[in-house]
């Protein structure tokens, strides 16, 4: 048991020494991220449209669904109590 609490210990201690000031972890944290920027395949303008005109579909779909339910719910509420 102690060697397992001795060896946190020491990856506790190498973390902290590993983290460094904050202008460098917001620096190696910027870099990271321009990395994973590159990695990104972006969408043709033409999958962009596609992509989009299926949401905005989908979303009017839903809303209509929604705005049905709630006139019906609406109208039978009024039904039930008057």
Request: hydrophobic share 45%; aromatic share 14%; charged share 25%.
């Amino acid at each position: 048991m102690s060697e397992l609490h001795q060896s946190e210990r020491e990856n506790e201690d190498a973390r902290e020494q590993n983290r460094g000031n904050i202008f460098e972890r917001a620096g190696r944290f910027y870099r990271q991220v321009v990395a994973e920027l590159r990695k990104v395949v972006w969408p043709s303008r033409k999958q962009l449209t596609t992509y989009t005109a299926v949401v905005l579909v989908f979303v009017t779909f839903i809303i209509a669904l929604v705005s049905l339910f709630d006139l019906v719910l609406t109208k039978i509420t009024f039904w039930v109590f008057g």
